[in-house]
């Protein structure tokens, strides 16, 4: 398994300092020089199959970039002492690239027939396909008679035909059988990894069997089931290479539909921003966090002897807000202007959400990875979503009892409850996260209604969920705003929406952040070194933004001249009244000692530059 040449170079960045206009892919005749090598090793091991995972290959690519397919793969394919080769594609259809691919003499193409149709791969005629008839993204049964159509569909042209899932199992559970919690019902409609290699040698039976006069033998195993590299995050598309989305165009989307007699909106944005000013009164640069602090080994402990029957409601809710008492008590002494209750309830920011909504179960053992070593359970979205009862206000109004700082409630967003969670797929995901969207919607309202002033819906997976081609990213995106929007307008123009993104290239899809119309955006942007204030669109943006000026992701504490430069970075492209100061991200994953530290050179960091700010015209 080695990630192929294109895709390799098509994920790569150019390093700093590198000549105007040069392009990783440039390289491709040094890096093929390099698989030459490593594949002429392979075969001397004895190593009979080799496969090159190109899933770049299902993204829109242009005539550089199919002439560097071809190129490559002609190459490769025409050594002599090789193993043979697989291409692997997977998370889409191989459009334009399946015809290039065919023409070269690479003896096998893996192809995604999870969802896609078979219709085209006639042009494969010849070559062993890989058939990825099993979803490897999702936690559902297998359709065995749609499968077993692809498949015979795939033997009418293929050489050979290998039963396959459509991708790696990272993205799954491991065995339903752990699950002995689950309702039986939905039990019935599973399958985990396990279940799934299962129903691959399964198909592979029932289409060996299947009568096809003349038909070549189906091996089951030889290659393997196809297996693919991390992407960036559990359920993440592989990431479009920059140079295939940087132009995609963003469109505006219209306000979400909204039932009869429902607010349909706010007022536009200055009437707010005036409203929340006078209600709010915070100093220029306010300092805030992103929702989560510190999960300490007592708080885990105490939620484990909760599910153990060890301790009971009521001990664990004391637990809790004492937590709480000390978290509010720190920003106060800390000089943090817009507080937040620091999240100690929360486990995970979707499976919270998840376990207090209708229409989702949770599993106990279904872990699958996120990043590095971190994993999570992901829910699963099973029916339709009602929301019982509120599920955070509880938390938030105790917070804001303890203060007369006004304390923020912290939702997750519609779109990434459901990006992070395994869906139903016998309805549209835009008809999913709306029913999401309705449950959020009900929580702001409440929120507003104890007393709460500002409240912030985390959309971290917005980019996440973006279509890889460009022919759906437009529409994906207008359902997505509308959905958020949705959720966030029942709120009345002095309570401050916020919104936040992390974990992806917010700056490729800024006019849309933008038009969620949240009244301030805090966004990743130390971690990535402040790139996102050199994006001309930064400067149009047209609400509050927080720029972070913490990489939380590193146990590094930064100076407060290192915070004051990233501000004065964004002073420059922002109008001053408009900047936030807040971390990149929540502090969940820090130790109480880095965050002190980092918070207290924040909030120095603001304090430097507010004489400046107030007294500029
Ligand atoms: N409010 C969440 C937190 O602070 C946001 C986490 C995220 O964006 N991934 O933990
Ligand atoms: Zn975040």
Same mark, same amino acid.
């Given at each position: 398994m080695v990630i192929g040449p294109v895709t390799f170079l098509l994920l790569a960045e150019a390093a700093p300092g590198a000549p105007a206009g040069f392009a990783p892919l440039d390289r491709l005749t040094d890096v093929l020089g390099v698989y030459e090598r490593l594949l002429?090793?392979?075969?001397?091991e004895g190593v009979g199959w080799v496969q090159l995972d190109e899933p770049a290959l299902v993204t829109d690519l242009g005539a550089v970039e199919l002439a560097a397919v071809r190129a490559a793969y002609e190459r490769l394919g025409c050594l002599t002492d090789r193993p043979s080769l697989l291409v692997a594609s997977y998370f889409g259809g191989l459009g334009e690239a399946l015809p290039v691919l065919a023409g070269t003499p690479v003896e096998a193409v893996g192809v995604d027939l999870a969802h896609g149709d078979p219709a085209g791969l006639g042009a494969l005629a010849g070559k062993t396909v890989v058939a990825g008839v099993v979803s490897g993204r999702d936690v559902w049964r297998t359709d065995r008679e749609r499968a077993l159509g692809a498949l015979l569909a795939v033997r009418e042209h293929a050489g050979r035909v290998v039963v396959s899932t459509s991708c790696s199992l990272l993205h799954v559970p491991y065995d339903l059988d752990a699950e002995t919690g689950l309702d039986p019902a939905l039990r019935r409609r599973l399958a985990f990894a396990d279940q799934k290699v299962a129903e691959v040698v399964e198909l592979a039976d029932l289409l060996a069997s299947a009568s096809a006069p003349g038909s070549p033998a189906v091996p089951v195993s030889a290659p393997a089931p196809v297996t693919v590299p991390a992407p960036a995050s559990a359920s993440d598309p592989v990431a479009v290479p920059a140079s295939a989305s940087a132009s995609a165009p963003v469109a505006v989307p219209a306000p979400a539909p909204a039932p009869m007699g429902e607010r349909t909106g706010r007022s536009p944005y200055p009437v707010r921003a005036a409203a929340q000013a006078a209600h709010l009164?915070?100093?220029?640069?306010?300092?805030?966090?992103?929702?989560?602090?510190?999960?300490?080994?007592?708080?885990?402990a105490a939620r484990a002897a909760l599910a153990a029957g060890e301790l009971d409601e009521a001990a664990y809710e004391e637990r809790v807000r004492a937590?709480?008492?000390?978290?509010?008590?720190l920003q106060?002494?800390?000089?943090?202007?817009?507080?937040?209750?620091?999240?100690?309830?929360?486990?995970?920011?979707?499976?919270?959400?998840a376990e207090h909504l209708d229409g989702f179960a949770v599993t106990r053992h279904g872990w699958v990875q996120s990043y590095g070593s971190r994993c999570t359970r992901p829910p699963i979205l099973h029916g339709d979503v009602r929301r019982p009862e509120p599920i955070t206000v509880r938390w938030a109004s105790y917070a804001q009892s303890l203060t007369a700082r006004p304390v923020k409630g912290m939702l997750t967003g519609p779109v990434t409850i459901v990006a992070w969670s395994f869906v139903r797929d016998d309805l549209p995901?835009?008809? @999913?996260?709306?029913?999401?969207?309705?449950? $959020?919607?009900?929580?702001?309202?409440?929120?507003?209604? #104890?007393?709460?002033? =500002?409240?912030?819906?985390?959309e971290p997976a917005l980019r996440e969920l973006l279509p890889l081609r460009r022919a759906g990213q437009d529409a994906y995106l207008e359902w997505a705003v509308a959905a958020y929007r949705w959720a966030t307008s029942g709120a009345g123009d002095r309570t401050q929406i916020r919104t936040h993104?992390?974990?992806?290239?917010?700056?490729?899809?800024?006019?849309?952040?933008?038009?969620?119309d949240a009244d301030v955006t805090s966004v990743e942007s130390a971690r990535s070194g402040a790139r996102l204030l050199g994006e001309p669109a930064v400067k149009g943006f047209g609400r509050g933004l927080g720029p972070g000026v913490y990489d939380i992701h590193s146990p590094r504490v930064p100076t407060a001249d290192e915070v004051g430069e990233l501000l004065e970075a964004?002073?420059? @492209?922002?109008?001053?009244?408009?900047?936030? $100061?807040?971390?990149?991200?929540?502090?969940?994953?820090? #130790?109480?000692?880095? =965050?002190?530290?980092?918070l207290t050179n924040l909030v120095e960091a603001a304090r430097r530059l507010r004489g400046a700010v107030e007294s500029r015209p």
């Open positions: 002429a090793t392979l075969a001397a009164r915070l100093p220029p640069l306010p300092v805030t966090t992103i929702g989560s602090f510190p999960q300490t080994g007592e708080l885990r937590e709480i008492r000390e978290v509010v008590a106060e002494r800390l000089g943090l202007d817009v507080l937040v209750h620091g999240e100690p309830e929360r486990n995970d920011m979707v499976q919270y959400f995901l835009r008809d @999913v996260v709306f029913q999401v969207a309705d449950a $959020v919607r009900a929580e702001v309202r409440d929120l507003e209604a #104890t007393g709460l002033s =500002v409240v912030q819906v985390d993104l992390c974990y992806s290239d917010a700056d490729q899809i800024l006019a849309a952040v933008d038009a969620l964004a002073l420059r @492209v922002l109008p001053a009244d408009r900047v936030w $100061v807040n971390p990149d991200c929540g502090l969940k994953t820090r #130790t109480y000692g880095q =965050v002190e530290a980092a």
